[in-house]
């Protein structure tokens, strides 16, 4: 039984950060539960500014990926550099070295998942991205284990924090769409461009990665019905109140005569609906199984701990294979 596990961090970010926070306050834990070590031995990151994070050893940073992949002794990659191209490459070299990868890169995952897939399945590799999909709610999981006996019937849920913080705000608080927007970027919540969450672009990369799990089947994003919320005013919260409603952002899934149809706009629910009652940067999602009936997820959807600990769970899963040279393959990573 190995002793030590190491993983790489791509990109030492919002998230990044977040994930080394976990790993490191809560390694004795780790340890404990998974019986192996996890170190963090290498950062890749070209913001050398980033090379002074306190409690962070100076000499785990490297701006060369090389560094990584010519490393045999790095057994888990974990990509968060953002981006679809160099973030795809730089996790598609990883599998080719026999290396484990962690991502919470949805637009990456949401373009490429079945490549990732079919080259994680050839080089004997596990992939896992719970963190690309509602921050730190364990649906992805859920849905590759315990659900995984289920038709699923259908998907609803708000899974972009950004948006439902604006929503929120404007709502609660009367706060200007800008206001709100500015909000969630200091937070953290938001992508570097935000046009990806406002515009439903994120939700519908989401969307697409829950369905291939749900369903089997693969729905290229841009084949998302996808509306965002920038279109929505103070006029249109107040008309949503004047009926017991309230504006969020629903991204579904459904099967129509036969075709399974991916949505991501925005809705009235009415107030008394549970999924009205998930605010600010939270995400709730109800999943339908045809043997479970409802099930409800709810949590924090975006934020660095939050995400980092989906990460870090991740992470601790492979790390506890890795240590025990066994090789868990996930009905998640083969069904699409
Ligand atoms: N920008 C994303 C959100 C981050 O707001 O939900 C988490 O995926």
New binding site residues.
């Given amino acids: 039984m190995k002793k030590e596990v190491n993983v790489a961090i791509l990109g030492f970010g919002v998230v990044g950060q977040g994930t080394y926070k976990v790993l490191a306050e809560n390694a004795d834990l780790i340890e404990k539960r998974i019986g192996a070590r996890v170190k963090v031995k290498r950062i890749v990151e070209i913001n050398t500014a980033r090379y002074d994070t306190p409690g962070v050893p100076r000499e785990v940073f490297t701006p060369d990926y090389s560094d990584v992949l010519n490393d045999p002794d790095i057994d888990i990659v974990v990509e968060m550099i953002g981006g679809v191209e160099l973030a795809s490459r730089f996790m598609l070299q990883a599998l080719e070295r026999g290396k484990h990868v962690v991502s919470s890169n949805?637009a990456a995952l949401a373009v490429n998942i079945r490549k990732m897939n079919e080259t994680a399945k050839a080089n004997g590799c596990m992939l896992r991205y719970e963190a690309s999909v509602c921050?730190a709610i364990p649906v992805m999981n859920a849905l590759s284990t315990s659900l995984s006996v289920n038709n699923i019937k259908s998907i609803r849920g708000i899974?972009?924090?950004?948006?439902n913080y604006i929503l929120t705000k404007m709502e609660e608080e009367g706060l200007a769409y800008d206001v709100a927007l500015r909000q969630?970027q200091e937070n953290g919540?938001?992508?570097q461009d935000p046009t990806g969450?406002v515009e439903g672009f994120?939700s519908a990369n989401k969307i697409v990665l829950l369905a291939a799990i749900a369903y089997g089947e693969y729905v290229p994003p841009e084949e998302v019905d996808r509306t965002g919320i920038s279109g929505i005013t103070p006029a249109d919260i107040e008309a949503a109140r004047e009926k017991n409603c309230r504006i969020r952002l629903i991204a579904g899934a459904r099967r129509e005569d036969g075709k399974l149809r991916l949505s991501v706009k925005p809705e009235l629910i009415p107030c008394d609906d549970i999924l009205a009652s998930v605010r600010n940067?939270f995400n709730g999602i109800t999943i339908t199984g045809d043997m479970s009936g409802d099930i409800f997820f709810y949590g924090r959807?975006?934020g660095s701990v939050p995400?980092g600990a989906a990460v870090a769970g991740d992470v601790a899963e492979i790390a506890a294979c890795v240590a025990r040279d066994t090789h868990r393959v996930a009905i998640a990573t083969s069904r699409v």
Avoid at 159 to 163: K, P
């Fill in positions: 949805k921050g899974v972009n924090g950004t948006s969630a919540f938001a992508e969450d994120d940067e959807g975006a995400t």
